[in-house]
């Protein structure tokens, strides 16, 4: 059973940054998994933000934050998801999940492709 947990939310003024960590466990190698991050602002639904995959450090990412967000992992069990130049808009409560890697890299960004959840940690960013 693999379990991910989040850490690093917390409140930002706009233009800020934020990194967020995802701490996996459960096997003794994640070869062969993907660890995805999503978002869910109020009132909207939960959306994609970032995914790596574990064996070949591959980034994906969502159009709408390239550039400002960038995914990385050590080489124990975190991903982790440096987050700046933050905007409002960004404010929402933010999930790591974890999958098995897919041949089809476009199905990270869906959420059927991710077995394991996090509880989610709250980003909030000021104006």
């Known amino acids: 059973q693999v379990q991910v947990t989040e850490r690093g939310g917390g409140l930002v003024q706009a233009g800020g940054s934020l990194r967020l960590s995802c701490t996996a466990s459960?096997?003794?190698?994640?070869?062969?998994?993907?660890i995805g991050w999503f978002r869910r602002a109020p009132d909207k639904e939960r959306e994609f933000v970032a995914a790596?995959?574990?064996?070949?450090?591959?980034p994906y990412y969502a159009d709408s934050i390239k550039a400002r967000f960038t995914i990385s992992r050590n080489s124990q069990s975190t991903v982790y998801l440096q987050m700046n130049s933050l905007e409002p808009e960004d404010t929402a409560i933010y999930y790591c999940?974890?999958?098995?890697?897919?041949?089809?890299?476009?199905?990270?960004?869906?959420?059927?492709?991710?077995?394991?959840w996090g509880q989610g940690t709250q980003v909030t960013v000021s104006s």
């Open positions: 999940a974890s999958g098995r890697e897919q041949t089809n890299y476009n199905n990270y960004g869906y959420e059927d492709a991710y077995e394991w």
């Open positions: 459960g096997r003794s190698s994640f070869s062969g998994f993907v």
């Open positions: 790596i995959s574990w064996s070949l450090e591959t």
